[in-house]
């Protein structure tokens, strides 16, 4: 495999218009992002896009307010990760608000349903809802919503994933991906779908008068679009900085609800400075964790509860699953590092791994620590379930400029029936095949990733901001960094390069390393970690290393601390 490549990033114009108040690194780092002048660093509410340009609104919301008036059963259709779980409890949460009576929600099992309104899970439906809402899932779902209309139900599909070739016959979809949909943010997750519906719901009911002088407060659901958005790994673009800047504000200021206070709990975060890559790390997981191995009904559950003693229980059996799953997921990316151990350039571009041990709900991570490690397109596959080994279920991770969704449906287009079914994002995407069919896949997907992918995509790059002056590792700048987020999936968290000296080391556990680094500009000292990063051998004793500015908060004293995410001797 080719070696990292350490980049810095350039910058997209000259700041202007900053106070003296923010710190020049800042001002930098936020350039280098497009962020160009103080404006596009305010992330209020009010900068929100309006969802009256989402496609198909006008008809979900008619339909939503038939249901209310008439009191009908309706049904949220979830999904089995945290967009989907966060999603469906801000579906019932919502529409409860706005005065729907009867409102329910299932959560396909993947072993037993498989993915999305199925019709499997449709079938299973009692009592019969009069109106189905999907929440992250339902844009390939042909042949669910043609068994909930044989069964009388009306259908509203709402969903952020890609289309393919045909649509389902709901009776309404709100999908910013669609093709020819105005809604300028293509980003939103499914939990932000679903939001956009309830507040262009309440629009329309609050102009017939349902509300009177005060209308519902949306608001109190940003903390479940926050975690489900950062969860999701959409893209960090303006609109989705302004849903998880408002919901991390609702989190650190103590109203977020029971379950994702019992949750950050359970993570051992602080609540007052918890920041988005917190819900990616650390709540984020343990809710997935539900969904992969068990039965994510238990976390929306846990996110749907407002008693404060459920919902730590509710928490505590989430990271118990969270804990298996951990031991499960380091037990098979082992094994597909030996799968993989000594490829070299030549070898698969496109990486498919198949062991029949392995568990489905777990396959994507692997998929992801192998991508990582590689860097080429990785999917991963484990037999659907224990009483089917005839079919496999696999996820894909992809690296830029290869789009998997795309890879997968040329596959399809040049081999109708191999793939029995597929779904998902340019870097992310799930899919189904016969078991006897897996080495004739495997090969398909070599041929296309090498037919689409360079050399140059193929090298590895890790971008920094550049080094920092002499004197700038300071616990003032890791402030204004950690509070000038959110950061995410493309607005990435500032990373920068410097020289150092290692004055001492030691390992934590079995594979951490705890390092003091000496800065030989100043001489300064500062206290470094690194992950995972202790195979053997001692870290260079003069060394280049690329690193966040973080913050360690020890007994109420707060010190900067660099994250070491690379190092290289010099």
């Given at each position: 495999?080719?070696a990292l490549?350490?980049r810095r ?6 700041p ?6 923010v710190?020049?690194v800042?001002q930098?780092?936020?350039?280098a992002?497009?962020?160009l002048?103080?404006?596009l660093?305010?992330?209020?509410l009010a ?10 609104m006008?008809?979900?919301v008619?339909?939503?307010v038939?249901?209310?008036r ?19 409890a801000?579906a ?8 729907a009576?009867?409102?329910s929600?299932?959560i396909p099992?993947?072993?037993?349903h498989?993915?999305?309104l199925?019709?499997?899970?449709v079938e299973?439906?009692q009592p ?8 992250d899932n339902?844009?390939a ?6 068994a909930a209309?044989a069964r009388g139900?009306r259908?509203i599909?709402?969903d ?12 309404a979809?709100v999908n910013p991906?669609?093709a020819?949909?105005a ?6 997750a499914?939990?932000?779908?679903m ?8 629009a329309r009911?609050?102009?017939q008068g349902?509300?009177g ?7 109190v ?11 999701d790994l959409v ?5 989705n900085?302004?849903?998880?800047e ?5 989190i ?5 609800c ?7 709990e359970s993570?051992r975060r602080?609540v007052?400075?918890l920041c988005?890559?917190d819900?990616?790390?650390v709540?984020?997981?343990r ?5 992969r191995?068990?039965?994510m ?10 008693d404060?003693a459920?919902?730590r ?8 699953i969270?804990l298996?799953r951990?031991d499960?997921?380091a037990?098979m990316?082992a ?14 571009i ?6 029949p ?6 396959v994507?991570l692997?998929?992801?620590?192998l991508k990582?490690r590689?860097h080429r397109?990785?999917?991963a596959?484990?037999p659907?379930s224990?009483?089917d080994t ?11 400029g290869?789009h998997i969704r ?25 899919l ?6 897996y080495p004739r ?6 041929a ?5 992918i360079?050399a140059?995509r ?6 920094t ?11 003032e ?6 509070e000038?987020?959110?950061w995410?999936q493309?607005?990435?968290?500032p990373?920068?390069?410097?020289l ?5 080391w030691?390992?934590?556990g079995?594979?951490h390393l ?7 500009r100043d001489g ?9 990063a202790?195979?053997g ?13 973080g913050?360690?908060?020890w007994?109420?004293r ?8 690379h190092?290289e001797?010099t």
């Open positions: 495999m080719s490549q350490v990033r350039e910058s997209k114009g000259a202007s218009g900053w106070p003296a108040s710190h020049p800042l930098q780092v936020y350039a992002r497009g962020v002048d103080p404006s660093a305010e992330h209020r900068r929100l896009l309006s969802p009256q340009t989402l496609g198909g006008a008809q979900a008619e339909l939503l038939e249901a209310i008439s009191d009908w059963i309706i049904l949220i259709a979830g999904d089995y990760d945290c967009d989907g779980a966060t999603g469906t801000v019932v949460r919502g529409l409860r608000m706005l005065g009576q009867r409102v929600y299932a099992n993947r072993f037993v498989g993915y999305g199925s019709p499997a899970l299973s439906l019969t809802p009069q109106l189905i809402v999907t929440v339902g844009v779902s042909v042949a669910g919503v043609a209309k139900i259908v599909v709402t952020h994933h890609l289309p393919g070739e045909q649509l389902p016959a709901c009776d979809m991906n669609l020819g949909d809604f300028p943010s293509k980003a939103l499914g939990v932000g779908v939001f956009y519906l309830l507040l262009a719901l309440r009911l609050h102009e349902a509300f002088d005060t209308k519902p407060d949306l608001s659901l940003l903390d479940l679009v926050a975690l489900g958005t950062v969860a893209a960090l673009d303006f609109n900085r302004v849903l998880v408002a919901g991390l504000q609702r650190r200021s103590g109203r977020a029971a379950g994702i206070s019992a949750l950050v993570g602080s007052a400075t988005s890559s819900l990616g790390f709540v984020g997981p809710l997935n964790a539900a969904g191995l068990e039965d009904r238990l976390g929306v559950e846990c996110l749907l509860t407002d404060v459920q919902a229980r509710h928490a505590g059996q989430l990271n118990a969270n298996e951990r499960l997921q037990s990316v094994e597909a590092e030996q799968m993989v151990a000594g490829m070299t350039d030549i070898d698969a496109g990486v498919a791994l198949y062991e041990s392995w568990h489905a709900g777990v994507g692997v998929a992801s620590k990582d590689l397109p990785v999917i596959f484990a659907a224990e009483d005839g079919s496999l279920r696999g996820s894909a991770r992809s690296i830029a290869f795309d890879a997968l449906a040329a596959i399809d287009a040049r081999q109708p029936g191999l793939i029995e079914r597929f779904g998902g994002h340019a870097m992310a995407a799930g189904s095949l016969r078991t006897c069919d896949f495997a090969e398909a997907f070599d296309i990733a090498r037919e689409l360079d140059e193929l090298q590895a790059v890790l971008y901001d550049g080094e920092l002056p002499a004197g700038a590792l300071s616990l700048l890791a402030r204004q960094l950690r000038a987020g959110p995410g493309a607005f990435p968290e990373l920068f390069e410097n150092f000296a290692c004055n001492s030691k390992v934590m079995e594979r705890r390092l003091q680094l000496r800065d030989p300064s000292v500062h206290d470094a970690v690194m992950f995972n202790y195979h051998q001692p870290p260079p004793s003069l060394l280049r290393a690329v690193y966040e500015l913050i360690n908060d007994q109420g707060e010190t900067p601390r660099l994250l070491l995410r190092i001797s």
